[in-house]
């Protein structure tokens, strides 16, 4: 499998040094470019056009929903195919819900905390790059609470395709409904929990745990493990 191709933007150096070297020693990606403000990083990434951006929302001057708002006009304006697949992944501290949703409207893919683990954030960036959105599970919560006060979902529909109607979630569950050990496991998904954790908690192997996976993925109609988690929340399979 090829190493993903990222970009780091980030004004601290040192947090930035740290990302840097964490994701080269854990393998699989490797950083193509680096910048400590809105204008640089702009400019790193119509160059080296890598796979995803990490993008920090506190940067001086301009800040990263900014940057991100910028840069898909450049990548709607420009007939560039490599420009044009760019991901890109907000990382923060912040989980107000006016900055998360601003980052969503603006054009992130993924949402990603600061203090995530170094694993979470490696599933966060294969996941983006991948073409599925990666949403921590309290930026998920947010999410799904704007959904919750919108009919219809709009700019969320393109970051959580969230298509099914209470009704039909109910229809699709009484169908296909889930185990007690796949609402086990769909909990630990909603809590961010990577399938190696999730084998841990519940003494099982991974290869059991992706093969519960699939089948809420598969129950639930969701692409992926935070489309899951938000219909898991929306429907109240799990709390």
């Known amino acids: 499998m090829a190493d993903v191709r990222i970009v780091l933007i980030e004004d601290h150096d040192l947090t930035r040094v740290g990302m840097r070297t964490a994701l080269q020693q854990y393998g ?3 950083v193509v470019g680096e910048a400590a403000e809105a204008q640089r990083g702009l400019e790193v990434l119509t160059t080296t056009k890598p796979d995803v951006a990490i993008v920090d929302i506190g940067l001086p001057k301009t800040d990263g929903v900014e940057l991100t708002r910028r840069f898909r ?3 709607a304006e ?12 907000i990382l923060t501290l912040q989980d107000h819900e006016d900055v998360v949703l601003a980052a969503f409207a603006a ?3 993924s949402y990603c905390m600061k203090d995530v683990r170094l694993e979470h954030l490696a599933e966060a960036l294969r996941t983006t790059y991948e073409g599925n959105a990666w949403i921590d599970p309290a930026i998920a919560r947010i999410v799904l609470q ?3 006060k919108s009919s ?3 700019e969320l529909e393109k970051v959580v395709a969230i298509q099914a109607t209470a009704p039909e979630y109910q229809q699709m569950l009484e169908t296909y409904p889930l185990t007690e050990r796949e609402l086990e496991v769909l909990q630990l998904i909603v809590d961010g929990h990577s399938n190696a954790e999730i084998a841990d908690k519940l003494f099982i192997t991974i290869g059991t745990v992706k093969t519960h996976v699939r089948n809420i993925l598969n129950k639930l109609c969701a692409d992926d493990r935070t489309q899951a988690a938000v219909r ?3 429907t109240g399979l799990v709390g």
């Open 146 to 148: 704007q959904a919750r």
């Open 232 to 234: 898991a929340l929306r």
């Open 78 to 89: 420009e007939n560039d195919p490599a420009l044009g697949a760019v991901k890109v992944l």
């Open 28 to 30: 699989g990606f490797e």
């Open 73 to 75: 006009q450049i990548q």
């Open 107 to 109: 054009g992130a893919d």
């Open 152 to 154: 219809p979902v709009e």
